[in-house]
């Protein structure tokens, strides 16, 4: 295997797989899922195992991603999830077909920049039914709408809403149905259907899953399900999809045993996710070469149950190693699963090489063959 030290790696036949058992269970429902890539920097490899899952749309937070695919040639409708910035206007007329929206002057500068192009841009209007980030409240949505639709160079496609993500609300079949209704609304105003509405991210899978989504919704933008198998707003692992989609190796740089309180006088800690001291006298201890500037350490679970992670400094993650029943040795790897926002930071950290795994093939450098994953995998 050519990668050493520390690096990540990425299983895109399971990734396909979760892609591909997310789209299925939501076409029974008559929901379309957005293949969300923000949370691994829209990396190519994995861009193309969440596509190799039958997903046909992607959807982005970042320019920067959104254009790195459109270089690498990645042709399928991209949406950008995050509202635009108005300086930016040209630039996503120019890379994405949709963006979702709650500014009236954002919506402005995006019709003057798209008929700049020759080209009609398509919005989600953003309905706030409670989480407290982007969108206006339902009371608002008709004025917004109104702003939108004289506007030449945008098509209102659609509204949408966002939730567990500031405020934590769970998406519910009252509040969803609010969105239907502001949908009704907007369509009396319109004098045509609205062709989307998009009812939130991973949180809203259990609900389509169950068959307990609101009809009118037709589109989920799905991130963390495809890629972690995951829903952290419900805290909960989706029993029908694979988790073991990234796993980080650390090498171990430093074996020793050591107390389990600091010796001396304590100033302040270096980082605001500081150790709780608690003793439990000399305990065998292992330095793996990770640190904050790669992922903080709450973002990390060990695979090996015994393991403990004490703290982390910019470069160096401390473990208790004592209860675990493998002999490590200096240059062993530890392995670590990664919440999302462990895969968020280990995927932008430019520290982390990336070594991917798939079944059938192998291409390029960093893919591995069918044995050597089959190795890994274990
Ligand atoms: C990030 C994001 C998503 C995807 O969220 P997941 O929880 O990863 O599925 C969906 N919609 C918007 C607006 C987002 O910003």
């Not at 982005?60 to 995050?82: C, H, M, W």
């Not at 995951?230 to 074996?255: G, H, K, Y």
């Not at 493998?326 to 926002?341: E, I, T």
């Not at 991917?356 to 995998?377: F, H, T, V």
Request: hydrophobic content about 40%.
């Amino acid at each position: 295997m050519s990668v050493r030290g520390t690096h990540l790696v990425v299983d895109l036949e399971r990734i396909t797989e979760n892609a591909r058992s997310i789209r299925s269970v939501c076409a029974a429902r008559g929901v379309k899922v957005l293949g969300v890539t923000k949370g691994v920097s829209a990396e190519e490899h994995i861009v193309s195992a969440i596509l190799a899952g039958g997903i046909t749309q992607l959807a982005d937070a970042r320019l920067e991603n959104v254009r790195r695919l459109r270089k690498s040639g990645f042709q399928q409708p991209i949406t950008l999830l995050r509202i635009p910035m108005l300086s930016q206007a040209a630039q996503v007329t120019a890379v994405c077909e949709c963006s979702l929206n709650s500014e009236p002057e954002a919506l402005k500068a995006l019709s003057d920049a798209a008929l700049a192009l020759g080209k009609t841009h398509e919005v989600i209007l953003m309905i706030d039914v409670g989480d407290l980030r982007e969108g206006v409240f339902p009371e608002d949505a008709a004025e917004l709408l109104r702003g939108a639709l004289p506007l030449k160079g945008i098509r209102v496609v659609g509204i949408g809403t966002n939730m567990g993500c500031y405020g934590g609300i769970l998406p519910t079949e009252s509040n969803l149905t609010l969105l239907c209704e502001v949908a009704g609304e907007l369509e009396r105003i319109a004098g045509e259907p609205l062709e989307i509405i998009s009812g939130g991210g991973t949180s809203s899978l259990m609900l389509t899953a169950e068959g307990r989504m609101p009809k009118r919704v037709n589109q989920i933008r799905v991130g963390e399900g495809i890629l972690l198998g995951t829903d952290s707003t419900f805290s909960r692992s989706i029993p029908w999809l694979n988790q073991d989609t990234f796993i980080l190796r650390a090498e171990i740089v430093e074996l020793k045993r050591k107390p389990t309180i600091p010796i001396g006088e304590r100033g302040a800690p270096a980082f605001a996710d500081a150790p709780i001291f608690e003793d439990q006298g000399v305990r065998r201890r292992a330095i793996v070469a990770l640190g904050q500037q790669d992922v903080p350490p709450s973002s990390v679970i060990p695979c090996d149950p015994a393991i403990r992670v004490l703290g982390a400094s910019s470069d160096h993650m401390i473990l208790d190693i004592e209860d675990s029943e493998r002999n490590y040795s200096l240059g062993d790897m530890v392995d670590f699963r990664l919440n999302y926002q462990g895969m968020l930071m280990a995927c932008s950290s430019a520290y982390i090489p990336h070594v991917y795994l798939r079944g059938e093939e192998e291409m390029g450098e960093q893919i591995l063959s069918p044995e050597e994953a089959a190795e890994i995998r274990e």
